[in-house]
């Protein structure tokens, strides 16, 4: 595959910026095999925006040629006191659910889930006398302003009274970056503070120097939409606001699980914000998007519509419809339909395997206290 063929993969919806595109075409130029990585917390069920929108970015890596990793980040959880703070289950719940969940997404992705390599945290920390050179050499190159600037608007509004724990966050998880040797670290729009700041050390640290044919490089971040939370009720003021407002694994309400049964997306696909018209922050759309329009379509998308509203619609691509639904040509309620239709069928084989084989994993995560 050719250098331009690659970029526009690794480019496509739903990446939503690079730093830098230049950086990037340049690595890909030197024909050097790279790293990406992308961490979750390990905090409940998983849903479609880190299951299918980051795994999407996944898989167009793999095929791209980038060696992909997945880091279940089990300090930070815990850090972060998610599943109560309880460490051994954090430690459970990663290597079980989270692997064999994110497995089966790439899968159904048309991805290689071998492809990739999961690494637990701690595992990555165990015995590494590097690392801790590194984490402390990352604080020794980095402000209290620099790490405050990262965190999230709650983070900074905390004022003197902020846990410890919240700053020392951003210095670890640039720490991943460089200990995972990660030409491409990859997260949602959210992560791009944490990414600003690997690149701004990337050039001073001395413990796991990213460096492509002996020259020092700075990580070349990426970026993916954030999929909006379901229950939004007004469309956020600006992208730190959306960050807020992101469909997330600790607030049930505002998600669909991949293991979610028809019934179940249905019913929150019909509840979820969307109004007329509307095509920003519009989660329906969204949802619609990725659910059939990520690759290039053989055959016209066609959306259901009784008759008497005018009949079936057929559209090659998502600003089709996008274009239909900003002129009201698409009612809310057809496109509902036709969106929880449509993820049902991208959910079959990850639902499958929930039904059969997987079914313990989740009566057991069904047991454990989901804290945000
Ligand atoms: N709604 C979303 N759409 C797209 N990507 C998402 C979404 N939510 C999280 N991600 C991405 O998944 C990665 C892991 O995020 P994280 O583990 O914080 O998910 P979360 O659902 O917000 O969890 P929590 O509710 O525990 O904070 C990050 O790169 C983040 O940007
Ligand atoms: N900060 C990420 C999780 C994460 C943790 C460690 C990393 O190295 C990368 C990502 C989040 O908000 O969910």
């Known amino acids: 595959m050719d250098v331009e063929s690659k970029l526009a993969l690794i480019l496509r919806y739903p990446t939503e910026e690079i730093l830098t595109v230049e950086e990037l075409r340049e690595l890909l130029q030197v024909g ?73 997404i790439i899968e159904a992705l048309g991805g290689d889930p071998d492809a990739t390599r999961f690494v637990l945290g701690s595992d990555l920390y165990h015995h590494n006398d590097e690392y801790w050179l590194l984490l402390m050499d990352i604080t020794r190159n980095l402000t209290l302003s620099q790490v405050r600037h990262s965190l999230t608007i709650l983070g900074r509004k905390m004022g003197e009274s902020i846990p410890l724990a919240y700053l020392v966050y951003p210095p670890l998880q640039v720490a991943d970056v460089f200990a995972l040797s990660a030409h491409i670290p990859h997260g949602g729009i959210d992560q791009r503070r944490a990414h600003i700041l690997a690149r701004q050390v ?89 659910s059939v329009f990520r690759e290039e379509r053989k055959e016209p998308f066609v959306l259901r519509r009784p008759q008497q509203y005018g009949g079936d619609i057929e559209a090659w691509s998502y600003e089709e419809v996008e274009a239909m639904y900003r002129e009201g040509k698409i009612h809310p309620a057809d496109l509902k339909n036709a969106t929880a239709e449509a993820l049902i069928t991208l959910l079959e084989p990850v639902r499958r395997y929930f039904q059969g084989p997987g079914a313990k994993l989740l009566e057991e995560m069904k047991n454990i206290t989901i804290t945000r």
């Not at 980040?73 to 064999?100: C, F, M, P, Q």
């Not at 640290?205 to 007004?234: C, D, Q, W």
Request: hydrophobic share 40%.
């Open 32 to 104: 050097y095999r790279l790293n990406h990585y992308i961490g979750f917390e390990i905090s409940g069920f998983i849903h479609i925006g880190t299951g299918i929108v980051s795994m999407s970015k996944v898989v167009d890596l793999q095929k791209a040629g980038v060696r992909t990793q997945v880091l279940l980040a089990d300090i930070h959880s815990w850090l972060n006191n998610k599943l109560g703070g309880d460490l051994e289950t954090i430690r459970r719940v990663a290597v079980t659910y989270y692997v064999e969940t994110f497995k089966k």
């Open 202 to 290: 990337a050039d001073k640290i001395r413990f796991y120097p990213m460096e492509v044919n002996g020259r020092r490089i700075k990580p070349v971040a990426l970026h993916h939409r954030l999929l909006p939370a379901l229950n939004i009720s007004t469309k956020p003021s600006s992208k730190e606001e959306l960050s807020e407002m992101k469909m997330s694994k600790s607030i049930p309400q505002s998600a669909i699980f991949v293991h979610d049964t028809p019934e179940d997306i249905r019913q929150k696909v019909a509840r979820a914000y969307c109004p007329p018209r509307e095509v920003e922050y519009n989660p329906v759309l969204e949802l619609l998007r990725i």
